[in-house]
């Protein structure tokens, strides 16, 4: 059986060309089945089945895996057996028509307007580090890049000119992207101190040593920004997240938003609607006379 899975993964990274976190967290997900198949004595993939299966998920859940966290761990499965069945391995899937067990949908944090305006207008120095760091920031909140997005921008995707940008998303998906005012002129105090940086390669975001930045010096770069200006916990998702709920509060346009994201789902696009509901329960609560009047007599 690890074999199999050995020579699936190998699929996965040289045919389908996901990504190396893609990767890890299927391998990491089918472990789970792996080790679930050798304690219960299952001695192929083949005698899996949608009962066995249906246990393995039921015992995740008493362990206090959530329910996202389960509806991946099926979706590899299935895409393992997707795998097992085109190469002759196998005739079924034990994962169709299972389904995770229904959890409390979290919905994202983001910064209000204001957080985000605090966040983005301060003075910035005239150094290599502020001038970098702050176009990081204006490009997260202005065109709401994934993290994987952004560590992979090269020069030849930016047309400043235009106020423009196109990037790799998911499933090597490109989608071109408008850029605001405030992130251009960003990016455009911040190209001339990189240039002067020697450059290894053509990426837009480098250290002070010329390499590309990666994922966690990024990640760190953004926390510490948000300890600096906001005294809260930043992360590059959340910029993400304000850029759509804030633009769907503006626009309401669903389907827009979800262009601009790269969602293939609109499903996925569909909990912003639930962020300016609160947004728009918590100006009612502030606001109607009767909302104001049930608050005060408690």
Same mark, same amino acid.
């Given at each position: 059986?690890?074999?199999?899975?050995?020579?699936?993964?190998?699929?996965?990274?040289?045919?389908?060309?996901?990504?190396?976190?893609?990767?890890?967290?299927?391998?990491?997900?089918?472990?789970? &089945? =792996?080790?679930?198949?050798? $304690? #219960?004595?299952? +001695?192929?993939? !083949?005698? %899996?089945?949608?009962?066995? *299966?249906?246990?393995?998920?039921?015992?995740?859940?008493?362990?206090?895996?959530?329910?996202?966290?389960?509806?991946?761990?099926?979706?590899?499965?299935?895409?393992?057996?997707?795998?097992?069945?085109?190469?002759?391995?196998?005739?079924?899937?034990?994962?169709?028509?299972?389904?995770?067990?229904?959890?409390?949908?979290?919905?994202?944090?983001?910064?209000?307007?204001?957080?985000?305006?605090?966040?983005?207008?301060?003075?910035?120095?005239?150094?290599?580090?502020?001038?970098?760091?702050?176009?990081?920031?204006?490009?997260?909140?202005?065109?709401?890049?994934?993290?994987?997005?952004?560590?992979?921008?090269?020069?030849?995707?930016?047309?400043?000119?235009?106020?423009?940008?196109?990037?790799?998303?998911?499933?090597?998906?490109?989608? &071109? =992207?408008?850029?605001?005012? $405030? #992130?251009?002129? +960003?990016?455009? !105090?911040? %190209?001339?101190?990189?240039? *002067?940086?020697?450059?290894?390669?053509?990426?837009?975001?480098?250290?002070?040593?010329?390499?590309?930045?990666?994922?966690?010096?990024?990640?760190?770069?953004?926390?510490?920004?948000?300890?600096?200006?906001?005294?809260?916990?930043?992360?590059?998702?959340?910029?993400?997240?304000?850029?759509?709920?804030?633009?769907?509060?503006?626009?309401?346009?669903?389907?827009?938003?979800?262009?601009?994201?790269?969602?293939?789902?609109?499903?996925?696009?569909?909990?912003?609607?639930?962020?300016?509901?609160?947004?728009?329960?918590?100006?009612?609560?502030?606001?109607?006379?009767?909302?104001?009047?049930?608050?005060?007599?408690?």
């Amino acid at each position: 059986m690890e074999r199999q899975l050995d020579a699936y993964c190998t699929h996965l990274r040289s045919e389908r060309q996901v990504s190396p976190h893609t990767l890890q967290a299927y391998r990491r997900d089918l472990n789970k &089945v =792996l080790a679930f198949c050798d $304690k #219960a004595s299952i +001695a192929s993939w !083949a005698a %899996l089945d949608i009962q066995r *299966l249906r246990q393995l998920v039921s015992r995740l859940h008493q362990q206090g895996q959530s329910s996202r966290s389960i509806a991946r761990l099926l979706s590899a499965v299935r895409g393992l057996y997707h795998y097992l069945n085109r190469e002759g391995l196998c005739d079924h899937d034990p994962a169709n028509g299972l389904a995770p067990p229904k959890g409390e949908r979290r919905l994202p944090k983001t910064l209000d307007t204001d957080r985000a305006l605090q966040l983005l207008e301060g003075a910035v120095e005239e150094d290599f580090l502020a001038q970098r760091d702050q176009a990081i920031l204006e490009l997260f909140y202005s065109s709401g890049l994934r993290l994987s997005e952004l560590t992979g921008l090269n020069l030849e995707q930016l047309d400043l000119a235009d106020g423009l940008i196109q990037v790799l998303g998911k499933g090597s998906k490109t989608r &071109v =992207l408008p850029v605001g005012r $405030k #992130a251009r002129e +960003a990016l455009q !105090a911040w %190209l001339p101190l990189r240039a *002067l940086a020697n450059p290894q390669d053509d990426a837009v975001f480098i250290s002070q040593r010329g390499q590309r930045l990666g994922p966690r010096a990024i990640q760190l770069r953004v926390k510490a920004a948000g300890e600096r200006e906001l005294g809260q916990n930043l992360h590059p998702h959340m910029l993400r997240h304000s850029f759509a709920s804030h633009l769907l509060e503006s626009s309401q346009d669903l389907r827009a938003v979800q262009e601009l994201l790269g969602h293939a789902d609109i499903k996925t696009t569909q909990i912003y609607t639930h962020l300016d509901f609160q947004h728009l329960a918590s100006v009612y609560d502030s606001a109607h006379p009767r909302a104001k009047r049930s608050k005060d007599s408690e």
